[in-house]
């Protein structure tokens, strides 16, 4: 399982992020982001019981917060899957070890959080937006 998701994560950063270097924005084709399902459940990733991996509040209606451990010179990606596979959100190349995620747009419901480090770690967990 830690393989299939590292490989649709991959997949993913390879071939839907279009890096406009002078502006640094990203950019993914509607395309390629309806094309980005995952098919098997994300509780199946390994995640660490590390205690620095946290996501709260738990229920959120505005932001949530996700920490995770960090050193200098890492980055981490991080994906927003619904219930239903689909991909509805990201934030991608950020730096530090705290994560402001804006969830106020999101339909209340339960949603999976994969955290990809740029050490290969993969970090997973669930977030509730009433």
Do not use: H, R
């Amino acid at each position: 399982m830690k393989k299939f998701v590292v490989l649709i994560i991959t997949m993913f950063i390879c071939t839907a992020v279009n890096i406009n270097a002078k502006a640094e924005a990203l950019q993914i084709t509607d395309a390629t982001a309806e094309a980005l399902q995952i098919t098997e459940p994300t509780s199946g990733i390994d995640s660490p019981n590390d205690p620095l991996f946290l996501i709260f509040p738990i229920p959120a209606d505005d932001f949530v917060y996700i920490i995770y451990p960090w050193e200098e010179g890492m980055t981490a990606d991080v994906l927003v899957v619904s219930m239903a596979g689909q991909l509805v959100g990201y934030e991608f190349n950020i730096i530090g070890g705290i994560i402001e995620l804006d969830v106020s747009s999101l339909a209340p419901g339960v949603y999976n959080i994969i955290l990809a480090l740029s050490n290969g770690d993969i970090y997973g967990g669930k977030m509730i937006v009433v």
